[in-house]
């Protein structure tokens, strides 16, 4: 059974923080990984795609990728309230890599 | 911007009745989805489709699911003889390459 695995959470930081989120996953031949965004209630949002080992950066989120340790990371530079939600992870898996497994998501809180 | 819209919006009906949720993906997408996400749980992979056939489907999507795409536009998630554990949030998306979802039909079954 391949696997996802985030913090649950509550990450709380205050307004203007760094918010770092982390996910791990258990599928060694993974090829894309994805972060979105949920807002409760409502669907899952892309926030970002990688496939390659780095950092990859658009405006204020930054995603990591450490496939060695089977890692990826989204941070988020000046946090504001309007970015509280849960965050989700998710990783493509199956034959052609096209079924998204996602963790259970790291639910932000950003206090102003 | 192109979304994948999703209607209706909540569906309530009777344990054993047949339910049929309904997709439009975004014109120039190939591959479309269905998920579904009970309250407070992770979203789940059910089925994928490609070229109108099923590319791939998990252990959920057993012989009470199947998918259609009746015309051009439409994509659709039917299931029969609904029971209360299939009472959660459904999510349609399509791709290229990255998924987008659409706001989802929530599924009530009494």
């Known amino acids: 059974q391949k696997e996802v695995e985030q913090n649950s959470g509550p990450l709380s930081v205050p307004e203007g923080a760094i918010a770092s989120l982390n996910c791990t996953y258990s599928d060694r031949g993974s090829q894309s990984f994805f972060w979105y965004r949920q807002y409760s209630g409502k669907s899952p949002e892309l926030i970002m795609s990688?496939?390659?080992?780095g950092d990859k950066e658009d405006g204020r989120f930054t995603a990591q990728l450490n496939k060695a340790s089977q890692y990826v990371s989204l941070l988020i530079r000046d946090s504001q309230p309007s970015d509280s939600a849960t965050y989700l992870c998710?990783?493509?898996?199956?034959?052609?890599?096209?079924?998204?497994?996602f963790g259970t998501g790291t639910r932000l809180l950003v206090s102003p | 911007e192109p979304e994948v819209t999703q209607t209706p919006s909540h569906q309530v009906t009777q344990m054993g009745q047949e339910v049929i949720l309904r997709c439009v993906p975004i014109?120039?997408?190939?591959?479309f989805y269905w998920y579904r996400q009970i309250l407070g749980q992770k979203v789940e992979f059910l089925v994928s489709?490609?070229?109108?056939?099923?590319?791939?489907k998990s252990e959920i999507f057993d012989d009470q699911f199947s998918v259609e795409r009746p015309d051009g536009s439409n994509f659709t998630l039917k299931i029969r003889s609904t029971k209360l554990e299939d009472s959660a949030m459904y999510f349609c998306?399509?791709?290229?390459?990255?998924?987008?979802f659409g706001p989802g039909t929530r599924l009530t079954v009494l």
């Open positions: 998306a399509s791709s290229v390459d990255t998924q987008y």
């Open positions: 489709f490609y070229n109108n056939e099923i590319s791939e």
């Open positions: 998710a990783v493509g898996s199956g034959k052609s890599f096209q079924k998204l497994v």
């Open positions: 014109s120039n997408h190939l591959y």
């Open positions: 990688i496939y390659s080992n």
